[in-house]
């Protein structure tokens, strides 16, 4: 499966800065940020549920989503 065009991978900063496998996704309705498991995003069909204003929506229609592995 393709990565959505709206996926940002954030380069290797310093030893010490923590990286895992959570990524921000930034809701397209209301603007607002949650967290979502890298994985989780590369399920075919996944939809997401925004916890701010309960919006559901694919990866690909997300405003934003910054990952650091």
Known sequence: MSEPDNIEFLDRGAWWEKRGNTSWVRCGT??????????????????????????????????RIVVSE
Request: net charge neutral.
């Open 30 to 63: 209301c603007a607002g940020w949650f967290h979502v498991a890298l994985a989780m995003l590369r399920l075919p069909g996944m939809r997401l549920h925004c916890p701010g204003c309960g919006a559901d929506f694919l990866p690909a229609d997300a405003g």
